[in-house]
C-alpha cells in the first residue's frame, strides 16, 4: 500500500508520497510513486500514483506515448487541467481493461488512483483525484486536501489545520506531520517520503526534495511532535463525571 497527500492553497500546491511497495512482507520495495510532466514556463502537472504498480506505470506510460506518437490531446497540448486528468482516466480504463483479468486470474487486484494536480499558463492551479475506473473528482476550498491510499491515519492533523489562506510551508509541516503519524501505525507506509512545492505561477517543478530517515528535519519534527502530544495529553483534566476514580 501507500499514502499520497496534495493540498490546494491560496498560495499554490503540495504534494507529498512515500515510496514503499510491498507484494506480501517478504517483497518489500521502493518506487518514486511522484512523476512530473513538465514544459518549463508553460505548464507543469504532478501526478502521485497508489495501488497497482503495473497498472499507474502503465497509464503514466500512456500518457507519453500519447506525445510520442503526436496525438491530437495530449497532456503537452490540451488546454485544461481537467482535461489532463480526462486523458489520465481513459489511460486508466485501457490499461485495465487490457491487464485486469490477467491480474485477477492471478489473484491479483488491480485498482490504482492518482492524484493530479498543477496549472496550466492561463488557467488556474487545480488538483484532483482520479479514481481506479477512470472518473475524478475536484479539490475546492470546502476541501482543500486529497489523500489516496492509507489515509485515515494522517486525516486528522489535516482536517484541524488545512485551509486555503495557511501558508505553504505551514501545510508542508503539516502533511509531513500526517505522514509521521501514518509511518507509526502502519508498516505498509514507510520512508523517503517524495516532496514538490508548486507555488501559483510557478510553472517548473523546481522544488522538490526527498526526505529520508537521516532527514535532521524529519527527525525533530517526529520527536517534537510525539513530545508535544504527550505533553498536551498529560495537561488535560480527568473526567469530571467521575470524581472518585483512581488517579
Not at 501526478?47 to 497498472?55: A, W
Not at 506505470?57 to 506518437?69: K, N, P, S, T, W
Not at 492509507?150 to 505522514?179: H, M, N
Not at 505561477?201 to 535532521?216: F, G, K, M, N
Request: proline residues 5%; aromatic residues 8%; neutral net charge.
Amino acid at each position: 500500500m501507500t499514502y499520497c497527500c496534495a493540498v490546494k492553497l491560496n498560495a499554490g500546491l503540495v504534494f507529498a508520497a512515500d515510496t514503499r511497495t510491498h507484494a506480501g512482507v517478504d517483497n518489500v520495495g521502493r518506487f518514486s510513486k511522484l512523476h512530473v510532466l513538465e514544459q518549463p514556463g508553460e505548464r507543469v502537472v504532478a501526478l502521485l500514483s497508489s495501488g497497482n504498480l503495473s497498472v499507474t506505470q502503465g497509464a503514466i506510460e500512456q500518457l507519453h506515448r500519447a506525445v510520442r506518437r503526436r496525438d491530437a490531446q495530449t497532456w503537452a497540448s490540451v488546454p485544461s487541467l481537467a482535461d489532463v486528468a480526462l486523458l489520465l482516466g481513459d489511460a486508466m480504463r485501457e490499461v485495465r481493461a487490457r491487464d485486469e483479468p490477467y491480474l485477477k486470474a492471478g489473484g491479483i487486484d488491480a485498482s490504482a488512483s492518482f492524484l493530479l494536480g498543477g496549472q496550466i499558463r492561463g488557467e488556474r492551479q487545480r488538483l484532483f483525484l482520479v479514481y481506479s475506473e477512470g472518473n475524478s473528482i475536484e479539490a475546492t476550498a470546502e476541501t482543500p486536501f486529497l489523500q489516496t491510499g492509507e489515509v485515515k491515519y494522517g486525516k486528522p492533523i489535516l482536517d484541524r489545520v488545512i485551509r486555503p489562506e495557511v501558508s505553504l510551508l505551514d501545510a508542508t509541516k503539516c502533511v509531513l506531520v500526517s505522514f509521521d503519524s501514518t509511518i507509526r501505525s502502519n508498516v505498509s507506509v514507510g520512508l523517503p517520503i517524495d516532496l514538490l512545492l508548486l507555488p501559483r505561477e510557478r510553472h517548473a517543478a523546481d522544488l522538490r526534495y526527498r526526505i529520508d530517515e537521516h532527514d535532521p528535519y524529519w527527525r525533530e519534527l517526529s520527536e517534537r511532535w510525539a513530545a508535544g502530544v504527550r505533553r498536551v495529553f498529560a495537561e488535560l483534566p480527568p473526567p469530571q463525571w467521575y470524581p472518585q476514580a483512581q488517579q
